[in-house]
């Protein structure tokens, strides 16, 4: 296709994708649907062969809602009926039951033999509410001597073994933030009704044994996405997938890092630009000779946002058999190419085959790799089947994940290179039949400090120089307050430097919520300080 027809046809899809009417794409919304059928249509006009669900365009996946609160929440100590949302609210980890039961007063709720501590003792917790104070005997902070027992689902989960029918959370530690009212669809509900009785509600309970009526009512729904699949069969063996998530954050929540009233996030980079190349690739490869080699499956995933559901779910139901899979193409976020030409390859230690990465010329791009194939978008679902996937990537940017990532950024020419670089890749690896799958080195989780707050940035993974790269800041956090920027290293924290990663998160166990340090950062090479207080 002309590279003036190539242009016409992105700008036309991502200014439908990232128009208002779309609601931003929230996965199980009506304007993920659309988005959805969009891709269905295109694939139709360019017929490619429906490899979703029974012979459609489309592979449907259930997922659970964020819950929410029903009408029937009531807690009752003793004679005192408490008001819910104002003396106490059901948390995430409560299942929705009604329970007659009595009181039982069981301090922090701390069962710590190794620590000579055991709070039940002494208690009947059999068949009684569970009443757990949420801080610890010496507070909550990287250096407490209780610091293994400081989340309480571990002590929920004890006085729920010892019998305990509900639990009454509570918080008498001012310096201890309450537990968060919000819902969340991740948390694992235990089987006893758990709420959390504030300040006000603390006042009204009682001693032990007195009757506890307690009623908790939480709507939990499953709700549908929907990845939309087709083939370009050239009848070959080996099937090349190309891939691109077309559902974004809607009015916001979760993962946004926007804080005000809610308001559409357009997701016009994030991710309208990865199905907009995808299309386009469908579109050129189908006319193209030299692409016959290959099989193609273009896959546009729901669910990204929400923590890789599609893509996860695609390679758990596959439309097409996984053996059959060559390679596999991520384009996430590839609409912001700067002047330099600079592109982010992400997975590029996932076979030995990329290397052919740093040898096309095509597009004058700035490639830059890096070998991990877990990252967060959905390349990682086809690395974790083994399969070679890379992640093409034109960086963060002040709008990602703000209602203000809109079209009229996009850069299209820049879209245009990227698109041509990949038909040349995918030439070039023609020739190399199937590609080997190399594990790639991750980074070691298993010994991550502790820490209590937060700059309120999103570290870039992929930075590997010296110190932590900012590739987001959030609205009205400290890093925000403080000035700092995308793309600002941080190298020191008070007195503790930073190296890495490792070393940033040390430094932040060193402080706590209300401290104030210097923060040092480097901003186009120079150094930079400035002052900040964690929240
Ligand atoms: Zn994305």
Redesign the pocket.
Same mark, same amino acid.
């Given at each position: 296709m002309s590279d003036a027809e190539a242009l016409d046809r992105m700008r036309h899809d991502i200014q439908y994708l990232a128009s208002d009417r779309l609601e931003g794409r929230e996965t199980g919304q009506p304007g993920e649907r659309l988005a959805a059928d969009h891709v269905v249509g295109a694939f139709g006009t360019m017929g490619l062969k429906p490899y979703g669900d029974s012979a459609t365009y489309i592979q449907s996946f259930h997922f659970a809602a964020e819950p929410v609160r029903g009408p029937k929440n009531s807690l009752q100590l003793g004679r005192n009926r408490l008001v819910p949302g104002v003396d106490f609210y059901p948390v995430s980890w409560s299942p929705s039951g009604q329970v007659f039961t009595r009181l039982a007063r069981c301090r922090y709720g701390i069962l710590a033999p190794e620590l000579g501590r055991n709070d039940f003792d002494g208690v009947e917790v059999k068949d009684h509410a569970a009443a757990i104070a949420i801080s610890s005997p010496d507070g909550i902070h990287p250096h407490s001597k209780w610091i293994a027992h400081n989340d309480i689902r571990g002590r929920i989960d004890d006085a729920v073994k010892l019998g305990a029918n509900a639990i009454l959370l509570y918080n008498d530690d001012e310096a201890v933030d309450d537990i968060d009212s919000t819902l969340s669809a991740k948390v694992q509900p235990c089987p006893v009704p758990v709420v959390f009785v504030t300040k006000s509600g603390f006042k009204k309970m009682g001693l032990d044994g007195e009757p506890v009526v307690v009623a908790t009512d939480i709507e939990r729904a499953q709700l549908t996405g929907h990845n939309v699949v087709g083939l370009l069969d050239n009848g070959r063996p080996d099937l090349v997938v190309i891939g691109a @998530?077309l559902d @974004?954050l809607g009015y916001g929540h979760d993962g946004s890092l926007y804080r005000g009233e809610p308001a559409i996030h357009n997701?016009a980079d %994030?991710?309208a630009s990865?199905v907009a190349m995808m299309l386009q690739l469908a579109r050129d490869l189908s006319a193209m000779p030299e692409a016959r080699a290959n099989d193609y499956l273009f896959i546009a995933f729901s669910g990204?946002?929400k923590g890789l559901y599609g893509s996860n779910y695609w390679t758990k139901h596959p439309t097409a058999p996984l053996s059959e899979v060559n390679y596999m193409i991520n384009l %996430?976020?590839v609409g912001r190419l700067d002047s330099l030409g600079d592109l982010s390859i992400n997975g590029a230690g996932t076979s030995p085959a990329w290397a052919e990465l740093k040898r096309i010329g095509t597009g004058k791009l700035n490639v830059k790799t890096s070998e991990s194939g877990i990252g967060p978008?959905d390349h990682t679902s086809f690395y974790l089947q083994g399969i070679p996937a890379v992640h093409f990537f034109t960086g963060s940017h002040n709008d990602y994940h703000k209602p203000s990532d809109d079209e009229d950024k996009i850069n299209y020419p820049g879209m245009l290179r990227i698109t041509r670089y990949i038909e040349s890749l995918i030439t070039a690896l023609n020739d190399d039949g199937k590609l080997a799958f190399t594990r790639t080195q991750e980074a070691d989780s298993t010994e991550t400090p502790r820490f209590t707050v937060t700059l309120g940035v999103v570290p870039d993974y992929m930075y590997d120089g010296k110190g932590m790269r900012i590739d987001g800041v959030t609205d009205g956090k400290a890093a925000a307050a403080a000035g700092l920027k995308p793309g600002d290293v941080v190298i020191k924290l008070g007195d503790h430097d930073v190296a890495d990663m490792m070393s940033y998160m040390k430094a932040l166990g060193a402080f706590k919520k209300g401290d104030g340090t210097q923060v040092t950062v480097l901003r186009g090479g120079k150094e930079m300080k400035a002052d900040i207080t964690f929240k």
């Open positions: @998530h @974004h997701g %994030d991710n990865g990204e946002e %996430d976020m978008s």
